[in-house]
Nanobody, 120 residues
Framework: QVQLVESGGGLVQPGGSLTLSCAASGSFFSIVTMGWYRQAPGKQRELVATISIEGTTTYADSVKGRFTISRDNAKNTAYLQMNGLKPEDTAVYSC??????????????WGKGTLVTVSS
């Protein structure tokens, strides 16, 4: 079993910055991919950014140039640096991990999410 715990959400003014963290714990062989998703009120969950174990990243068009995803493999932790925040970035941000288990199969895990509110 793997647990993902997010932190770093909160209230920020437009144009401000926040850094989210996602720490993974438990028993596993490796975390292949870590990602951040978000769900705004009344909308479907959408991909924000992903990062592979090798460091390859992908971003949603809406956050390119403003958000940066990174990870520390030694700490099993992923980060999302968010700059130039806009009110439309307001959402619950959830961490996702594609984990290779010690027995071989790959399983996806989700954190409970952290709320980011961008408002003046």
């Amino acid at each position: 079993q793997v647990q993902l715990v997010e932190s770093g959400g909160g209230l920020v003014q437009p144009g401000g910055s926040l850094t989210l963290s996602c720490a993974a714990s438990g028993s596993f062989f490796s975390i292949v991919t870590m990602g951040w998703y978000r769900q705004a009120p009344g909308k479907q969950r959408e991909l924000v950014a992903t990062i592979s174990i090798e460091g390859t990243t992908t971003y949603a068009d809406s956050v390119k140039g403003r958000f940066t995803i990174s990870r520390d493999n030694a700490k099993n932790t992923a980060y999302l640096q968010m700059n130039g925040l806009k009110p439309e970035d307001t959402a619950v941000y959830s961490c996702n991990a594609n984990v290779r288990t010690t027995m071989g199969p790959y399983i996806q895990y989700w954190g409970k999410g952290t709320l980011v509110t961008v408002s003046s």
